[in-house]
Every structure is written in C-alpha cells, then in structure tokens.
Nanobody, 126 residues
Framework: QVQLVESGGGLVQAGGSLRLSCAAS????????MAWFRQAPGNERVFVAG????????EYTDSVKGRFTVSRDDAKNTVFLQMNSLEAEDTAVYYC???????????????????WGQGKQVTVSS
C-alpha cells in the first residue's frame, strides 16, 4: 500500500522560510517522478515543483523559481520542498504526489499523478 505523508507546514511571516517533507512508503522514489502541487481556496490544484525519477531534472512553476527548491533523500525515501522568501500568494494546501515516469521529464499535469498525500497547510501572513 502506497502512502505519502507530508509534514512541515504551518504559519510564517512574509519573507520567511519553511521546509515541507514527504515521506513515501510502498514505493521507491527512484522509480517515480515526485512533485509538489498546491491548492489555494477557490482555485484548482496546480503544479509547483517536481523532480524526475533519476534526480537529473527539476522543474518549477515560474512564480516560485529562485525561491523554492525540490530535493530528495533516497536513503530516507523522502522528498523535500524548501520554500524561501515566502509571499502571501504562496498560502495554500500543499500536496506531495507521485507519477509513473515518462522518459526523463517532470510531468506537470495533475492527471498524470497516481498517488497523493493528504496535504499540508502553509499560511504566509503579510
């Protein structure tokens, strides 16, 4: 049984930092594309950042480039999202997700992801 469990969310002031973790069980990160999505109230769930199965490629949505970093620890089977210089617009529920690899690319479409975590609230106060 696959489980993705997020941790590390919370409340932070604008300009601050948070790190989200996603601990995976029932699957091996080296066999999946891993990504972070977020969903703000009233909005769709959208791609934020991802890392491909070989960790040779990462992708980010434009609004977080230079501020967020996605990484993974294969020994711990855990994916991370380091979020710096947080802005009020980053407030959302953040979800970890896993997709079957498609060559070396990082999929950005929600429908391509087969496993999801329960989500973690990140609130940035301005």
């Amino acid at each position: 049984q696959v489980q993705l469990v997020e941790s590390g969310g919370g409340l932070v002031q604008a300009g601050g930092s948070l790190r989200l973790s996603c601990a995976a069980s029932g699957l091996t990160l080296t066999s999946y594309t891993m990504a972070w999505f977020r969903q703000a109230p009233g909005n769709e769930r959208v791609f934020v950042a991802g890392i491909n199965w070989s960790a040779s490629r990462t992708e980010y949505t434009d609004s977080v480039k230079g501020r967020f970093t996605v990484s993974r620890d294969d020994a711990k089977n855990t994916v991370f999202l380091q979020m710096n210089s947080l802005e009020a617009e980053d407030t959302a529920v953040y979800y970890c997700a896993a997709a079957v690899p498609s060559l070396a690319r990082v999929q950005k479409t929600r429908d391509e992801y087969v496993y999801w975590g329960q989500g973690k609230q990140v609130t940035v106060s301005s």
